[in-house]
Structures are given as structure tokens and as C-alpha cells.
């Protein structure tokens, strides 16, 4: 048996879904065929995110390119020319992926491929379904599922028999900076390792691999897909505490002055959020909508009667228990000039010496104004009199 090993140092930029990939097939597979896929992640937005792929070998060795090739869009590695000769042979190499941005980043996998000989009988995992729905509070230690391989039946048609031991093949789950969310145990038991978040993730895409104890090992992949069912923990939370407003008093009924708004990160009916007015100050000059959150008029506003207002304003989720929010919205007044002037008297009476000289005051006019704010200059004109006026 030859090994050929073409390896590089890897460059994390960016990560492959799973951290090796490894695939075994027989000698007579047909030229062309898909033996594998490997893929590749890359988080950068427009043309950064394009991911290219190609074989990584050192120029010098050109073993794996004759013998495969890789789509560099999809990363599928096909078979270029016939295998017949070449039963237990384990070609060992680097698929690079890089994205499309200046400079280029890339990064590196590891890929194992062996060409079995007609009596390995690699595993074969028993049809399950391949997506699975578990609750967000369910326990850690919950069993989501089962796998199921096993080995063909030789050429006497007995069952190969063997040891085979599974493992969680996804990157992002084999982490050592965080602690696993899945395992997989020796029985094909896939366990719920910490505790479920929906709001954080609400779908996990999983990748199983099967292999033999024996060297090489023969290999199975098993993809499944977990959708974690929403519960109702997360309460609605404003945008704002307090919302703050300026309204003129001359705005007119029935106008919108402001908007609250409240996120629930919940799914569904338990991140319905609805709106309404609570305590024991409130004003009916003010209508909440309970869907949308606008706040609006519902009579005329005076400034000189009441130059604000607070408004308490709860928001509550459909889940069952409802979970609350409130929050305070202060509404201020603008004074307009809406009250005219008087005069402090309605008749003026007063005596004047018959040798006074022009400019000589005689009395004082004195007007109010119920406006507190929105006071302007006075002119005043002689309308009528006398002859002598």
C-alpha cells in the first residue's frame, strides 16, 4: 500500500464546514463521477464572498491532479481517469479555497481519499429522517435522534460485521473555544450537549461521519438538520425609555404624533407584540393603535390649560404567559397664539389741563394676554371719537 501526502500549512482566514474530508471509493467507479464535495464558508459581502476552489499540491507532484479535479465553483472533487489499477491507494492532499478580494484570502482543508479494493465493504447509514424538531428548553442530555451504519455483506453474503465509531464531522460544532452544543456517542445517539437557544440559532445544520477501526478507514457521511422550536423567554423591549415628543397645541384631532415600538426576538405568536396605555395617569386627548404603536391625538390640546403630558405605555407579547414591557412617553406642549389681547379695563376716564403741551401723557393702556409664551409687540390706533380726539 502507498500513502502520498502533499501537505502545506494552513491558512485560517476563512472555514470549511468540516475540518477534514475524508471519501473511499471502488476502482471501477466511472471517470467523471463525483467522489466528494467539500465547501467552504467565506463571511464577506459581494464579490469577497465568491468562493473558488482547486487542489493544492506542490508543483513538483502531480500524482493527485492527474488522477482528480475539483469544480471551482462548486468544490466537487470528480475522478479524471480510470482507478482500475490503483485499489489501496490513499491519496492525502489539500483542497484551497479562496474568496474574490484584493488581496485574496484563502484557506486550507485537508482530504483523504482511498480507492478500495472489491472486498471492503465501507459503511452505510440506515435512512432516517433528516431533519428533526426539539424544543428550546428541553434538558441537556435530551436524545434528538439516532444513526444507524452498518457494514455491507461480503461476498458470501454474510453481514462484514466490524467496530464502527461515529463522530460530529461539522466545524463550528468541534470548536475548543466554546462548549459543544451536539455529541454523538458510541451507540449513534445524537445528545443535546448545552442548553438550546433559538434566538441565538434557530437551525443547526449537522454533519455525522461513520468509519471503520481499520487503516485506512472506511468512511460514511450523514447530514441532519435540527430546528429548534421556539418557547416564549424573551420579553418586548422599547426602542426608547423614555419617547419624547413637542406637539403644537393647535395640531388638530386625530393627527399621529409618535411612534413606540417594541422587538421581540420570540417566534411567531410568542413575538407578536401589541400596545396599550396602563396606570392610573392617562389622558383621553391620546389614542394608542395596539398594533402598530402610534400615538394620536383624540381632542384639542391647550397649552394654557396643560403644558405636558406622561403617558405610560405597556407592550405584551401573545405568548402564553404574555411577557410585558413599559416605557414612558413625555409629550410636550407648544404654545401658540391662540388668545387675543383685552383691554384691563373697558372704559378709560381722565383729566388734562387745558395749557398742556403735546407729548403730555395723560394715562396708560394697559391689555392682557392668556398666552404664556407666544406673546407678541402691541400696536395701538385710534379708531373713533370726537371732533377733538
Known sequence: MHIFCFFEVKIELYFFLQDEYKANFHPNLSVGSTIMTVRAVDADELHNARVTYSI?????????????????NSGAILLKKSAAELENQVYQFFVRAQDGGNPPLHSEVPVEIYIMSHLDRPPVFEKRDSIVYIAENGPVGEVVTTLKASLGRGEDGEDDGGSIRYKLASAVYNSADSDPIFQ?????????????????????????????????????????????????????KFTANPYEVTVSE????????VQVFAEDTDYGNNGEVRYSFYGDNQSDLFSIDPHHGWITTQGPLDYEKEKSYTLQVMAFDNGSPSLTATTLVKIAIIDVNDNPHHFSQQHYTAAVNEGALPGTI????????????????????????????
Open 56 to 72: 493544492y499540491e506542490k508543483k513538483s507532484a502531480g500524482v493527485v491532479g492527474d488522477l482528480f479535479e475539483i469544480d471551482s
Open 184 to 236: 454523538i456517542d458510541d451507540e449513534g445517539r445524537v445528545i443535546v450537549s448545552s442548553r438550546l437557544d433559538r434566538e441565538k440559532r434557530a437551525v443547526h445544520k449537522l454533519t455525522f461521519l461513520a468509519e471503520t477501526d481499520t487503516s485506512p478507514t472506511l468512511n460514511a457521511y450523514y447530514d441532519l438538520t435540527v430546528q429548534v422550536l421556539d418557547r416564549n423567554d424573551c420579553s418586548p
Open 250 to 257: 393647535a395640531v388638530a384631532t386625530n393627527t399621529p404624533i
Open 362 to 389: 395723560i394715562f396708560a393702556l394697559e391689555t392682557e394676554d392668556e398666552d404664556v409664551t407666544a406673546k407678541t409687540d402691541i400696536e395701538y390706533f385710534i379708531v373713533s371719537g370726537n371732533d377733538l380726539g
